[in-house]
């Protein structure tokens, strides 16, 4: 059996305290798992007296980073503060004294990548991170390992579960967005300030972590094209239900592969375009979080409350799904356990070597803005209740050669001369003539407020 | 960069031809992936006019096991021909030649997991087999190396594509089980003869790998517990729809850990069981593949067609899901090539190493009959249109102490005293006692013929 291999933990709360739990319950289990004894020699965190209940014995216990990295018998840094600035100096400061890391820092990786990654080849180091998107779903080793015969063309994910769980209690109990924030707030899967999660920045880090691994691109969080659930109004989530669809929030990233468009022709049996497409015909991706129509029988339309779930389509597998809780004590502390358990075992620094991440090895993709991409909307109008205002909107998208699927006006009840909504459902589209047509729709005397539109699934 | 890893090909079918595809049109990816050049040597097959109009080289291509499998500058044997003679020999002949093998080959690991994983570690390398479950789904990374944390509790999965399929048509369009088995013999998702995929064989097969990595035990195939869908009357699908229920063929491990309850009381909120559960809980698991209804809501109902999915529940992440085609040309291949990317990368080893798949070391499990198992049930019988016959059936249930979630009796229409279908949902009741029950039940006087029952999914 090989040497016991050495854990300090940097941040001990929620999901350290679960990993702690765990190194500390599950001794035989991962001896087992990993052929040799996994040991937690140091916690450390910013106030011991939190900690005084814990099971943690206290001579592990102390707020000194710098004893914690450069004790001997550590050789792994698991770093759980969070944050982009004492969390970066820990891990370069872990790599530069020779150990492994992992995090579940998704921003830190986002913001940081690449400086974290040359740091850890310059150490012959891994950073390991599969608890950085998704708590539990294993997404990361799905897109490196598992699906690794493949170019990904097309990801698309639920990577925000507090979004997730307001729009389900939305659609599902007809609550405002108000009301539901509230409850999710009450139930601790909404923070008390929850811009980060429902404007769509969480997802957008996430998504630049997959898409670096996926498309080996270095997209900025700041970069990524941005719409949240917070200013999503519930008669749009009546008027999908009403068309048969449900609005998800969803980080998608989408690629020239199938000619930037959203399906392939025909529907779901697009699998073999690795038989049939030129490797050269991938060569850009365009990335973006928004709410998106899905058809109630899609997948990722099924996903309800607080839980992840992440669409990969790799060209020669077709689409594979991996769904499972995206926070929380358990699911994050599974997920950074695995990560320890790779390195005892010896994967890790393999993977680690093989997939140059956050690297200048280019692989040959470009961001492209979402412009690029082809796909179906959803458009949401108010309008005055008189002749022609139909005929103007739909000969404005003809100039710009959309087509329609389908229309939605209920007969106006005593309107009294206030807008009426109007919804359109186009047929396949390049986004930027799509948003050329608003633009000119916008300007129509007969528009009451600025139109709102979504992307469909399908 | 390393050395260039040399392929042998053994069977050249779907599957085979599918990965030769990739081994040859997508070098600089794989290289890139592995870090490493990957080189398809040798093809094997029983008859090379097959192959003629394929973009093999000819200079591959020939019927000679034992020259691909001694040729030097081969490093990893594909095993691909099936069944579990001449492929245990190509298996143990490549172990011994120091070869490492990549199979897909379900049936020949149920069967003989044992002898050639000994062999394995004898000769000091490894056997890969991400491709022997369902198909393009990574659930054997998953198991091994995602979860490694957990100790797994339970698993549900649809393994079976071609009995999702004809389940699916049943339900969705009405149709009965041979016109439904007519449709996907003619689309392709059933074989001539079906049997195996639809009696539950198939499923028990795939299971039986699955209990092997989650719970270190070794279940002959023809040890599991099985009920096919060849038997299934629409009716029942009609009467569980009724109920708000869908009925899926799931392959199902069970464990002590909850009380060997299918849910912890409260649903879905079962998770950190982990923290709160002794390990010694955990001592046994029940196979079984059988019908089981699942409400509609529940991830698995929602799984459509040939597509598989695995829930996998850990005592620590909590359930996880895992979904994609289960079968095809690209999903096995793009999961075979994964292997050879870990052999290639050097992970693969590690994980053999590390898991003691198929050994002699006990890790604790003792396989239980499904008797243990604490499930609801739903129970039909054929009952005569008389007075009495539902306080028969209902006092017999109460003697074992399963109570009764609900009833359905439809108004029987003109019976003309032929007998009536009568539905029952029970609670949570041991399996045991319930067929106990079943057995008094279906010597009354009043049932028509003996009794169908399912497992509820919760």
Redesign the interface.
């Given at each position: 059996m090989l040497d016991t291999l050495g854990i300090a933990l940097i941040g001990c709360g929620t999901v350290g305290g679960?990993v702690a739990?765990?190194l500390l319950?599950?001794k035989?289990?991962?001896a087992?798992?990993?052929?040799r004894p996994i040991a937690l020699r140091r916690v450390v965190v910013r106030d011991t007296s939190k900690l005084r209940d814990s099971a943690i014995p206290k001579e592990l216990i102390s707020t000194d980073h710098a004893a914690a990295i450069h004790d001997p018998t550590v050789h792994v840094v698991v770093e759980l503060i969070g944050g982009t600035t004492t969390a970066k100096k820990v891990v370069l400061d872990a790599l530069a004294a020779g150990k492994h890391v992992v995090t579940a820092n998704k921003a830190l990786l986002a913001d940081a990548g690449h400086e974290l990654f040359e740091a850890a080849r310059k150490a012959e180091r891994c950073v390991c991170f599969?608890a950085a998107v998704a708590g539990?779903?294993?997404i990361i080793?799905?897109l490196g390992?598992?699906?690794?015969?493949?170019?990904v063309t097309a990801i698309q994910g639920i990577l925000n579960g507090t979004s997730n769980f307001i729009l389900t209690a939305m659609a599902e109990r007809g609550m405002s967005y108000a009301v539901a924030l509230a409850e999710a707030q009450k139930l601790g899967y909404a923070e008390a300030d929850p811009t980060l999660d429902v404007d769509g920045s969480d997802a957008a880090h996430k998504l630049a972590v997959l898409a670096q691994i996926a498309f080996g691109v270095a997209a900025r969080p700041h970069e990524i094209q941005r719409q949240g659930i917070d200013t999503l109004d519930a008669m749009d989530i009546r008027f999908a239900d009403e068309l048969g669809y449900t609005i998800k929030l969803l980080a998608e990233a989408w690629t020239s592969g199938e000619g930037g468009r959203r399906k392939a022709e025909g529907g779901k049996d697009e699998?073999?375009s690795?038989?049939r497409l030129p490797?050269s015909a991938l060569n850009w991706v365009a990335l973006h979080v928004a709410p998106v129509l899905l058809r109630h029988?899609d997948?990722l339309a099924?996903v309800?409350g607080a839980y992840n779930?992440i669409l990969v389509h790799?060209d020669?597998?077709?689409?594979?799904?991996?769904?499972?809780?995206g926070a929380?004590?358990?699911?994050t502390?599974?997920?950074?356990?695995?990560d320890?358990?790779?390195i005892a075992?010896?994967?890790a620094q393999?993977?680690f070597?093989?997939?140059q991440l956050w690297s200048t090895?280019n692989?040959g993709f470009a961001i492209e803005p979402a412009e690029r991409v082809r796909s179906r909307f959803y458009l949401r109008l108010l309008v005055a209740d008189k002749p022609g205002v139909l005929a103007d909107v739909t000969r404005i998208l003809a100039d710009e050669e959309i087509s329609i699927s389908s229309v939605v006006q209920h007969e106006a009840a005593e309107s009294g001369g206030s807008p009426v909504p109007l919804v359109i459902v186009t047929h396949y589209a390049e986004t930027g003539r799509f948003k050329t047509a608003l633009k000119k729709i916008n300007a129509l005397a007969t528009v009451a407020a600025p139109a709102v539109f979504f992307s469909m699934g399908d």
């Open positions: 679960g739990d765990i319950r599950h035989d289990r991962l087992s798992r990993s052929g599969e539990g779903v294993p080793r799905a390992e598992s699906l690794a015969a493949n170019q699998t073999d690795a038989f490797p029988t997948l099924q309800r779930a790799g020669i597998v077709g689409e594979t799904l991996y769904q499972g809780p929380g004590r358990g699911p502390a599974s997920s950074v356990v695995a320890i358990i790779d075992v010896g994967r393999r993977t070597a093989a997939a090895a692989k």
